[in-house]
């Protein structure tokens, strides 16, 4: 069996967890053009019975791309999408081909810790993430209970790895790989607030840092909660807010106040310097000028903020929510304003290339001397 991981244009330093934990599962290697795409076609050199492939709907059009090719190349080979243990990683979920090998586990502490050296792109991820210029990505749970509108993770069986279980895969990678530090990935972390707890007690010998890269649900995050974190090592938190609207809020089933997350800003700001809050562009009921007002809002309280856009259920297929190559779709109003706000808020987020981040830049001077807001 040979695994491929296709080109996804984005997330360039995080592996597909998803995949790792079945190519563990079978012992399987894993050709990575997410994070190694030169040669792109080097797939080709390798003869394989069955060739794996993951498909998560940013990468649909590349999957059949890669299967078509290895089909025409080795017509007596087993072309399948490979699928289970997780079903959605950073906001895309992973979907299936015309034929599927599915592997039925539970998200669990009975996995076996995901063997990123079957990787051949490991090479890239060791050394970035021994001179800490990537984060070891960690997933300790999968899915989520709540019925937010927008998101693949969205009122699905939540299964969670035990606070001791990802201590130990942490430590192992310190040990194994060097690893300087660390990332949560998961739907949503902070579910079981005890859980949390006993990980952040668990971690802080390891001194590593850490932080969540999806964003804390901010009705279930305190003082108490934000001062065990720093002191585990976590040096920045993010809130998925979405919009600053209460009409947006309820009508995408966020289940969140304005309140709410302004006290999990309050609680956050006493002891992180950096704090991250995570908006869509043209979620339903939404307007340019409510868009805009979640763009000052997050501006008045000095905080990272990243918009992506929204991308309706039927329109997942190779959609981007962010990056150069993100394009807006929603039907709510016009694109040509969605990609306006888009360009004001590249400049509000802390690590774009310097050619993206110049071009924020000047799209913010352009578009303050168009208007005000």
Request: aromatic content about 14%.
């Given at each position: 069996?040979?695994?491929?991981?296709?080109?996804?244009?984005?997330?360039?330093?995080?592996?597909?967890?998803?995949?790792?934990?079945?190519?563990?599962?079978?012992?399987?290697?894993?050709i990575d053009l997410n994070t190694s795409l030169k040669p792109r076609n080097r797939f080709l050199r390798q003869q394989s019975d069955l060739l794996g492939i993951s498909v998560q709907s940013r990468c649909y059009r590349e999957a059949s791309r890669i299967a078509g090719l290895y089909q025409a190349r080795y017509p007596n080979a087993q072309v399948k999408s490979v699928s289970g243990i997780l079903s959605v990683q950073c906001c895309y979920p992973y979907l299936k081909l015309a034929d599927d090998l599915y592997v039925n586990q539970e998200f669990s502490d009975a996995l076996s810790f995901p063997n990123y050296e079957l990787f051949d792109s490991f090479g890239l991820f060791l050394k970035n993430w021994q001179k800490d210029k990537w984060r070891y990505a960690l997933m300790t749970s999968r899915g989520c209970p709540y019925l937010c509108l927008y998101c693949a993770a969205r009122n699905s069986h939540w299964q969670a790895r035990s606070a001791q279980n990802c201590y130990k895969e942490i430590k192992s990678a310190q040990k194994k790989w060097g690893i300087k530090s660390f990332l949560i990935i998961d739907d949503c972390f902070n579910i079981d607030r005890q859980r949390v707890m006993e990980f952040c007690d668990l971690i802080r010998p390891l001194g590593l840092s850490w932080s969540c890269a999806n964003g804390l649900r901010a009705d279930r995050f305190d003082a108490q909660l934000a001062r065990k974190m720093k002191d585990s090592g976590c040096d920045y938190v993010g809130f998925g807010i979405e919009s600053i609207d209460p009409k947006v809020l309820e009508a995408v089933n966020k289940g969140e106040s304005i309140g709410q997350i302004e006290d999990a800003l309050e609680n956050a700001k006493r002891y992180f310097k950096q704090i991250n809050g995570y908006f869509i562009i043209g979620l339903p009921k939404s307007t340019y000028e409510k868009d805009i007002n979640s763009l000052k809002?997050?501006?008045?309280?000095?905080?990272?903020?990243?918009?992506?856009?929204?991308?309706?259920?039927?329109?997942?297929?190779?959609?981007?929510?962010?990056?150069?190559?993100?394009?807006?779709?929603?039907?709510?109003?016009?694109?040509?304003?969605?990609?306006?706000?888009?360009?004001?808020?590249?400049?509000?987020?802390?690590?774009?290339?310097?050619?993206?981040?110049?071009?924020?830049?000047?799209?913010n001077i352009r578009l303050f001397w168009k208007k005000e807001f």
């Open positions: 069996m040979l695994l491929i991981n296709p080109d996804c244009k984005v997330n360039k330093d995080i592996p597909n967890i998803g995949l790792a934990y079945i190519a563990t599962y079978f012992g399987a290697k894993v809002w997050a501006r008045e309280r000095q905080i990272n903020a990243f918009f992506s856009y929204y991308i309706p259920p039927d329109s997942m297929l190779d959609r981007l929510f962010y990056g150069p190559q993100a394009r807006a779709v929603s039907r709510e109003y016009p694109a040509r304003l969605q990609e306006e706000i888009y360009a004001l808020t590249k400049s509000m987020r802390p690590k774009e290339d310097s050619e993206y981040l110049f071009k924020g830049l000047l799209d």
